[in-house]
């Protein structure tokens, strides 16, 4: 048995929905069994002791080990956390595990010092008092918010008023998206979307937090801190907000309800952490979207997606299914009993509801599908019509958006540019599902010759690179420029994943003279620029970021 991690969960989570303390360990399915009973009865020993009551406990097994965790108040989590840090120790010490048996009466002391220091009773009767009205309320270390958006006030958590103006707090429609490929893309889409309908937009994704066009901050805001700041910005109307793997994970989801909820797909992406070892647990991790739509939101999802068809069966909530295929048999079904759904039939979208079809817009208007060569932005548009139809846009705010939602504003994503007559694609595709989305595309787009920039993670396994390997080579490529990324080897040798690339592409036909080895992302795209002649094509994977190869671009004029 091997602790992992002792953390605070702050919103609806894999394994509860309020907030609590979990506990990770790596184990055995029969040393977890062994372990649950000792972990709680040593909890429980513990909170007797403190005098903490209506305590809740579930732990669930997954792959390579289980997590535990118990129900604690919101003031004092940072206490729960090292309840069940002492309670790993002392379990694991009973249990024959070579770790130190810290001393019991001495942690009650110093647990009584941390809860002390974090309480805060004006906080809870504030949470009692948003309750009891039905007011949202999001709270964090620093923060504490009632109402969301255009209708939220927000204080320090230490300096709360006595007296709130209740009436003047209230919600705006949240539209929550997660999934494998397409999250950020499809974000952006709906953003675009409910902007140009002339609404105040707030977002959240792995690139910024942002109101309309003022970015608040950038960097990877997916998880619940981002949804929070987003939601706190007064001028904003409707939230949009991406929910990713890490964050639901770490922490659960950033809000308890939402109007509706979209999980574009589930894929291979991440697998081998712990929690996410495999499709099924990944799949896990992303339904903890429909939490906060079971009662009275919507939850979407891909009909063409079969772990989500197959999950679907434990929703009672209100289902709404999009699909590229109007022949395919949920859309058809949703069809025939009047249900809301959304499809594409040869080059139009459509929306269908109480039996009558109508009309959004062809495919082929869409800028970001390219003409639709880009059938993976089919896809995320699709989706995206039907996040922002659930939200309250009628149909021609959704096509006017989707018509007018450009290449720029989707930067790194299916982006192509033109320099000096050399076409350059550029992506973050960085897993199977989305690489391939990519190199169908490629395909599609006319080219002399196919040059290739991408490198892969060490911590993927090689099978899994030789099969992307296989499939790059595939699409008829001319020359790879394959990328240290040095910051990505994860327990790999430099050259170790250059090593399991350049084996493959040549056992796939190519010749040594065709590979090419670079330290930097930037300094693989520019060999290939230097190697293309007009006409050529350059597919740019940036798996450590656009940003520089597009400020490149745009110093070498590309337009």
Not at 169 to 185: A, E, F, Q, R, Y
Not at 280 to 300: C, F, P, Q, Y
Not at 472 to 501: C, K, N, P, T
Not at 512 to 522: G, K, P, V, W
């Amino acid at each position: 048995m091997e602790f992992l991690d002792a953390r605070r969960l702050t919103g609806p989570s894999l394994i509860f929905d309020g907030p609590g303390s979990i506990l990770d360990v790596a184990c055995s399915p029969l040393e977890a069994d062994r372990l649950i009973p000792v972990w709680q009865s040593n909890v429980e020993h513990m909170i007797t002791r403190l005098g903490w009551e209506d305590v809740h406990f579930t732990s669930r097994k997954l792959l390579g080990g289980v997590s535990m965790a118990f129900s604690a108040p919101i003031d004092a989590l940072y206490a729960a956390s090292a309840i069940n840090e002492w309670a790993w120790a002392a379990s694991a010490h009973q249990l024959g595990v070579d770790v130190e048996n810290p001393d019991f009466d001495e942690t009650v002391g110093d647990i009584r010092t941390a809860i002390a220091e974090e309480a805060n009773p004006r906080l809870m009767q504030l949470i009692a008092d948003a309750t009891g009205r039905g007011k949202t309320l999001l709270w964090d270390d620093d923060e504490v918010s009632v109402g969301l958006g255009s209708g939220s006030k927000t204080w320090p958590v230490r300096e709360i008023p006595d007296e709130l103006e209740w009436d003047s707090h209230h919600d705006v429609p949240i539209g929550l998206v997660s999934g494998t490929n397409g999250k950020t893309t499809t974000v952006r889409l709906a953003t675009h979307i409910v902007r140009a309908a002339g609404k105040n937009v707030g977002l959240s994704s792995t690139d910024w937090i942002a109101v309309n066009e003022r970015v608040i901050d950038r960097g990877d805001w997916s998880g619940p801190g981002g949804a929070r700041a987003v939601l706190r910005e007064q001028d904003v109307d409707v939230a949009i907000l991406e929910s990713a793997r890490g964050g639901l994970l770490r922490r659960g989801l950033g809000v308890d309800r939402a109007t509706a909820a979209l999980i574009t797909n589930i894929a291979e992406d991440h697998l081998g952490d712990f929690g996410s070892q495999d499709l099924n647990e990944l799949l896990n991790i992303k339904w903890i979207l429909s939490r906060a739509v079971r009662e009275s939101g919507t939850l979407i999802l891909n009909a063409e997606d079969a772990l989500l068809r197959g999950k679907a069966a434990q929703f009672n909530g209100k289902l709404v299914w999009f699909s590229l295929d109007v022949n395919n048999e949920l859309i058809s079904s949703a069809i025939n009993d009047g249900d809301l759904c959304f499809f594409l039939e040869g080059d139009v979208f459509f929306m269908a509801e109480a039996g009558k079809k109508q009309q959004i817009c062809l495919a082929s208007e869409i800028p970001i599908t390219l003409g639709g060569a880009a059938r993976h932005n089919i896809a995320n548009s699709l989706s995206a019509a039907a996040l922002t139809y659930c939200l309250g846009l009628p149909l021609e705010a959704i096509s006017d958006g989707l018509k007018t939602m450009v290449q720029d504003e989707n930067p790194g994503r299916c982006n192509i540019h033109n320099v000096d007559g050399v076409k350059v694609l550029i992506d973050f595709a960085h897993n199977p599902a989305a690489m391939n989305a990519l190199f169908d595309m490629a395909r599609a787009i006319p080219a002399h010759r196919r040059a290739l920039c991408f490198g892969q993670a060490g911590d993927r396994p090689d099978d899994l690179i030789r099969e992307m390997t296989r499939d790059a080579w595939a699409i008829g490529l001319d020359q790879v420029m394959i990328s240290e990324l040095a910051a990505y080897h994860r327990g790999r040798e430099h050259g170790g994943v250059f090593g399991v690339i350049s084996d493959e592409l040549q056992k796939s036909g190519a010749d040594a003279s065709q590979i090419a080895h670079h330290e930097e992302e930037l300094e693989s795209f520019m060999a290939a620029l230097d190697w293309a002649e007009p006409g050529d094509l350059v597919i740019m994977l940036a798996l450590g970021g656009a940003a520089p190869v597009q400020a490149r671009l745009k110093e070498l004029g590309a337009t």
